[in-house]
Nanobody, 120 residues
């Protein structure tokens, strides 16, 4: 079994910064991609940013230039540095990881979610 443990959410004023962390633990062969998604009540979960094991990244247009995703492969941990936060960034943020498994399909795992609230 694989678990993702998130941390770093909270309340911040507009223009402020937060850093989210997500660590994968358990029976892990290797972690392929890792990423962050967010979801507001009544809306679909959307990609914020993702990063491959090789370091290639992609992110939503709405966060380009403000959010930076990075990872520490040795620690199976992904980070999301969020700067210049806006009230519209308020959401529950979910960590996602795709775990490679020998002789089996990759396993997609989700974290429990961490709330980010940006006040105006």
């Amino acid at each position: 079994q694989v678990q993702l443990v998130e941390s770093g959410g909270g309340l911040v004023q507009a223009g402020g910064s937060l850093r989210l962390s997500c660590a994968a633990s358990g029976r892990i062969f290797s972690v392929n991609s890792m990423g962050w998604y967010r979801q507001a009540p009544g809306k679909q979960r959307e990609l914020v940013a993702a990063i491959t094991s090789g370091g290639s990244t992609n992110s939503a247009d709405s966060v380009k230039g403000r959010f930076t995703i990075s990872r520490d492969n040795a620690k199976n941990t992904v980070y999301l540095q969020m700067n210049s936060l806006k009230p519209e960034d308020t959401d529950v943020y979910y960590c996602n990881a795709v775990i490679d498994r020998p002789f089996n399909r990759p396993l997609e795992v989700w974290g429990q979610g961490t709330l980010v609230t940006v006040s105006s």
